[in-house]
């Protein structure tokens, strides 16, 4: 009796439509989450009672299930096979199923939510970099500069030191012979260069006037018959003294253009390496003197870090020193040589044109050029265009 009423229970329980599927009403869902929780932790058979009747019949009366011997649930192959229809929505337990897995996602599909949440998340990081990189820069450039006012506040002080004779000083004798002869033929030799150019300033206003002189006399020359050949020679004398002269002038102008190479280029090149050895000897006695004072005073940790740290800085400064010492002195040797060459040619070149010019010889004059490899220009060629000076 009680497996026919269980067994018309579970047939009446679900509805059918017109169309053979299950009807989808809102006790499905409650009836299966009890079916699923009686399969899984089974029924309480001493807490349960079966009604028994049908759907919309009297009560029958309540049947106590204490009383009932054998199985309480029986399975119904019919029921699950309804069960099992398809049906236009989701199964239940695929939805329980679905409501546990935001726990068990993966990391790529949390990673592409978190993307798409966020799409600016990217260029932040961006700017973070950016931001850092510029704050890099920005310490990187304060401690430069840092370093810049010690170094510059301890060589201040030893320049001070050397002026009123309270500091020590490194001094190598015989380099500083040399630089104080090479600074002394360096300003004789710009006097030469000033007054050379004066000279080829003044030589060149000489050879324009008798150019022009010369035109003047050939034309009148031609315009007064009774004097005719008297001008005639004077115009010929200018126009040959005019040739002998841009001869001259050219090679007066080859003889200021070597000097002043040989002063503004070579010797200014060597001076700018001396100008950095003596700032090189500056900055070593004062880290010198530095590293004397620390080292007369405490011995402590703190002290005994300092040291080390400023004889670290000296040997750096020492190094540099040394070497632009070595660069100086080769400088010095071979601008001696180039110096004693360059002007042997060049006095050599001014003396025989000079001479030959005066001399009146021409083909002196003209054979000099061509030995010292001068080229002849004539006058008015080194000034600049009316359009230049517009």
């Not at 309804?82 to 929505?89: C, D, E, I, L, Q």
């Not at 990081?125 to 370093?147: H, I, M």
């Not at 034309?219 to 007064?224: A, C, F, G, N, P």
């Not at 400064?317 to 001696?336: A, G, M, P, Q």
């Amino acid at each position: 009796m009680a497996d026919s009423i269980m067994s018309k229970a579970a047939t009446m329980e679900i509805p059918i439509n017109s169309n053979g599927d299950t009807g989808t009403l809102p006790e499905d869902d409650s009836l299966e989450q009890d079916l699923q929780q009686v399969m899984v932790s089974g029924p309480n058979l001493n807490e349960t009672s079966i009604v028994s009747g049908g759907y919309g019949g009297p009560a029958g009366g309540i049947i106590p299930t204490s009383s009932i011997k054998g199985p309480a649930v029986r399975f119904n192959p019919e029921y699950v096979d309804r069960r099992r229809a398809p049906a236009p929505g989701p199964d239940i337990r695929m939805k329980s199923r679905v409501v546990g897995l935001p726990n068990s996602q993966s990391a790529a599909s949390q990673l592409s939510q978190h993307t798409d949440q966020h799409p600016g998340s990217s260029n932040n990081n961006t700017g973070n970099s950016t931001e850092e990189l510029s704050r890099g820069v920005a310490v990187e450039k304060l401690d430069s500069v840092k370093k810049w006012g010690i170094n510059t506040y301890k060589c201040t002080k030893q320049m001070f030191s050397e002026r009123f004779g309270r500091g020590s000083r490194t001094v190598d004798l015989e380099l500083e012979a040399q630089i104080d002869v090479l600074r002394d033929t360096k300003s004789k030799y710009e006097t030469i260069l000033k007054l050379t150019t004066a000279l080829t300033t003044h030589f060149q206003s000489m050879v324009e006037t008798q150019q022009a002189l010369g035109d003047t006399f050939s034309d009148l020359s031609q315009k007064s018959p009774e004097l005719q050949d008297e001008f005639g020679y004077n115009a010929e004398t200018q126009k040959l003294l005019c040739r002998n002269g841009e001869s001259l002038l050219s090679a007066i102008s080859f003889f200021v253009s070597s000097i002043d190479t040989l002063v503004n280029k070579t010797m200014e090149d060597t001076l700018l390496t001396i100008k950095l050895y003596e700032n090189a000897r500056l900055e070593f006695d004062a880290y010198r003197s530095d590293m004397e004072e620390l080292s007369l005073g405490p011995r402590d940790a703190a002290a005994m870090v300092r040291i080390e740290m400023a004889q670290h800085d000296y040997q750096i400064h020492r190094d540099k020193y040394e070497r632009l010492r070595s660069d100086v002195t080769i400088k010095l040797k071979f601008l001696d040589e180039n110096k004693v060459k360059v002007m042997h040619k060049q006095l050599l070149l001014f003396h025989n044109a000079i001479s030959a010019y005066f001399a009146g010889n021409q083909e002196q004059l003209e054979q000099t050029l061509i030995q010292f490899n001068v080229k002849l220009k004539p006058p008015g060629t080194d000034k600049p265009s009316w359009l230049e000076e517009q």
